[in-house]
């Protein structure tokens, strides 16, 4: 946790200046920077750039400081050609490994939801990309993740759910050229047994 506090500290001091589901501070990708629903979680690749984005849903924090995720590609041949973020985002990891400080914290808009990235992408592949997403390495949260930090209080930081409801250390939370992502609390018993009439 006290790595997530250095990181949001730091990108804080160098220049000076001082968040669907009912579950809180869940964190997702979606292939949309304003509708995020489970027809925005799969993209159907047009073999040309497109970008994605790292959100978080549902924030318990008026502002996010700094976040931490990990993403792993079902297929190595999607490029990620240019990762960014609002407000001065310095990323201290890699493309696939977002340890994140902002100089601003990151501001919830009203309904409680945050870009917090955009991964520009590009695929030439017509099989289907499950995008996982985990712990950062390393992590702040005991190789559990994502995670987020409080813009108001960085020593307050918060483990984020995923937004496609999976447990475990990563879980699928977007799609190229697959069905999307549907929340586990969206699904019925009915709409399981519709896939077999």
Do not use: R
Not at 24 to 42: A, R
Not at 80 to 108: E, I, K, M, Y
Not at 173 to 178: D, E, L, P, S, Y
């Amino acid at each position: 946790m006290k790595k997530l506090l250095v990181l949001g500290l730091v990108a804080v001091m160098a220049t000076g200046a001082l968040a669907q589901s009912s579950e809180e501070n869940m964190m997702g990708m979606f292939f949309s920077p304003d509708v995020f629903n489970d027809e925005t979680t799969n993209f159907p690749n047009t073999f040309t750039p497109f970008n994605s984005y790292i959100v978080l849903l549902n924030a318990t924090v008026p502002s996010v400081a700094a976040y931490e995720a990990g993403l792993m590609l079902s297929d190595p041949t999607v490029f990620l050609l240019n990762v960014d973020g609002p407000n001065g985002w310095t990323n201290f990891g890699g493309p696939t490994n977002h340890l994140v400080g902002f100089v601003t914290p990151v501001p919830a808009m009203a309904d409680g939801g945050a870009v917090l990235s955009t991964i520009q992408m590009l695929y030439t592949g017509t099989a289907t990309v499950e995008i996982s997403m985990g712990p950062s390495s390393p992590s702040s949260f005991n190789s559990e993740g994502p995670g987020i930090a409080n813009g108001e209080n960085v020593d307050e930081t918060f483990l984020c759910p995923l937004t496609s409801f999976q447990d475990g250390p990563w879980g699928v939370v977007a799609t190229i050229n697959g069905p999307g992502v549907v929340a586990t609390e969206a699904q019925s018993l009915s709409s399981v047994k519709a896939l077999f009439n």
